[in-house]
């Protein structure tokens, strides 16, 4: 039986012991067995013991070669004859491209137009010779119909990012990995959770061998797929989602990968992408490691379990490494956003000299600093509008920062809290 899209429906299906085994063996041509390394500062924090799979530093520095090369590697002489497709804005690409050149094998890699440049530089280059690189539409969507198409019309082989069994088998081998890397017993593993590709394989492996480690799943807040479709107990596509994590913002998970998760899933925690940006600040910062947003989920969510791990074994995935260095100023604005160092506003100046220096030495405190400051088109002869942006020391700074603003006169709107006016101006 097969869906619409032309993947299996394995409606049964369930990773085996000997299936994840095999995919090691598989795979162990290609891919690296990461470190799983206790954190200190984390641990500390914590008051646990807080070990990091480092898949940032896997080959094509993400998990995703585990399940892109396992199944490559499964196809059958007809398939590799004919050659593949995939639809990746990222990582996933980056897999397949590495295992097409590893197998010799040909393939066309769709991906949105609007990926960043460094993404598709590196799928040419771990790619080089063997796949084509073809740019189409302005979503994931876009790309994925594209490249159904061009399977319907050449009869090559689609490559899924996460819900195939073989895909699952694959990603699964990180679990198979930890627990032969710790003879201590695992309490929680934290898990980052895009279609599910990951969670559904590492959980069913775990649960075999020790089911009572608990699985907690972690999604992105503004891409919720999982988490509304765990409710409904059915595939929910999601209408519209927030793109950042984009290795982890899916509109929705796969019809496979549901029910594995619906068995293997102790929890399911949403963090909010600010959130996620400053731990990938902090990481970096603290601990000299990169990762992507989707990298960084997984270490976000331990503050929402800070009381129940105490004393425990935790494992966290850093599951990618793929981050645009032109993407730092975003991430750090979100992180000041979400923490509350960072405010905007509307203030309506009055149109005379000396407006801005009474704005200056008597509204902001001693430690606040005008990060953005743009004069918009004046209504009124009056008073003319300021969008103007102010990065605070604390977050208490913010109630004297407005009291000030209202005792020498001057009229502002909040613009954090109108995300609509705010998208638009800033």
Known sequence: ???????????????????????????????????LMRNFNLSEQYCSNIYLKREDLQTVRSYKIRGAYNKIKSLTKQQVSSGIVCASAGNHAQGVAYSCKKLGINGFIYMPTTTPKQKVNQVKMFGKGYVEVVLKGDTYDDAYNAAMEECSRTGRTFIHPFDDPQIIEGQATVGLEILEQTDKPIDYIFVPIGGGGLISGLGAYIKQITPDTKIIGVEPAGAPAMQQSM???????????????????????????????????????????????????????????????????????????????????VVCILSGSNNDITRTEEIRERSLLYEGLKHYFIVRFPQRAGALKTFVDKVLGPGDDITHFEYKKKTARAMGPVVIGVEVQKPEDFEGLQKRMAENGFVAEYLNEKPDLFQYLI
């Open 1 to 35: 039986m097969t869906t619409k899209n032309g993947i299996a429906a394995f409606k049964d299906y369930y990773p085996t012991l000997e299936a994840v085994r095999q995919a090691k063996k598989t795979i162990s041509e290609v891919v690296e067995t990461t470190p």
């Open 231 to 313: 409710e409904k107990g059915e595939v929910v596509e999601l209408e519209e989602i927030d793109k950042f994590v984009d290795g982890a913002a899916v509109q929705k998970v796969g019809n496979i990968t549901l029910p594995i998760c619906r068995r293997v899933m102790d929890d399911l925690i949403l963090v909010p992408e600010g959130k996620i940006c400053t731990k990938i600040l902090e990481l970096y910062n603290y601990e000299a490691i990169v990762v992507e947003p989707a990298g960084a989920l997984s270490i976000a969510a331990l503050d929402f379990y800070a009381e129940q791990i105490i004393g425990k074994n």
